[in-house]
């Protein structure tokens, strides 16, 4: 008859001094990659964020005490696995890119490191961007331009307190947004900058677009307010 001593199953005639660490291949078992918790920004799930202490969690076999690594570094303090689940938030994380990886550890033995995942710490915010143009034109539809993109971001252009447009930015500098302003007459609008981490820029400064050429369905232009 069988007898199971932790994990593994001893075959009849096992001596009793046979060991748990023994009987593991490897020694301790490799830990599931660390999922990211508090990812922020517009995308739960592109191991980008924004948070002062990021969470890290993951299972693996209770008792095992689990390490996040970059690479050949530590990251942040060890925890030991409870209920085959780990959680590890590294206070302060520094901004920067890592490939974090976490490994295992039952008394002298150590696992083999999980896949790597990588992860973006960013907590600055873009800056204001531009608008350069156009400076007049003969309806609300416009396609508002600018600089000072940051790749990735989304930028939205407010026509007062209406949002008129937004775009994903492909790249940095020059940018266009296809807009619709709220109506005639001399319109000022502002652009703003939320990054991919979630940090919201300040407003560019405003930029008047006269839409004062502007023309009714019907064919009349409108009146003009004294």
Request: hydrophobic residues 40%; contains cysteine; glycine residues 12%.
């Amino acid at each position: 008859e069988s007898m199971v001593k932790g994990e593994n199953t001893l075959e009849a005639g096992t001596p009793a001094s046979y060991d748990v660490a023994t009987v593991k291949a490897g020694g301790a078992a490799t830990p599931s990659a660390p999922d990211l918790v508090n990812d922020s920004g517009r995308s739960s799930i592109d191991n980008i964020t924004n948070a002062a202490d990021p969470m890290f969690s993951g299972t693996r076999q209770s008792g095992d005490t689990i390490q996040l690594r970059n690479g050949a570094s530590d990251v942040g303090a060890p925890v030991v696995c409870n209920s085959g689940n780990y959680s590890i938030a590294v206070a302060g994380l520094a901004e920067g890119s890592y490939n974090l990886a976490a490994r295992g550890s039952l008394g002298a033995d150590l696992s083999a490191p999980s896949a790597a995942v990588a992860v973006v710490v960013d907590r600055s915010a873009p800056a204001a961007p531009s608008i350069t143009g156009p400076a007049a034109i003969g309806s609300v539809a416009v396609t508002v331009t600018g600089t000072g993109g940051e790749p990735s971001a989304e930028l939205r252009l407010f026509d007062g307190a209406v949002q008129a447009c937004s775009t994903i930015l492909a790249g940095a500098g020059n940018w266009s947004c296809h807009a619709t302003l709220a109506g005639p007459g001399l319109r000022t609008v502002v652009a703003r900058q939320t990054d991919a981490a979630g940090n919201v820029g300040a407003d560019s400064a405003g930029f008047d677009i006269d839409v004062s050429g502007f023309i009714f369905a019907n064919g009349f232009e409108p009146p003009v307010l004294q």
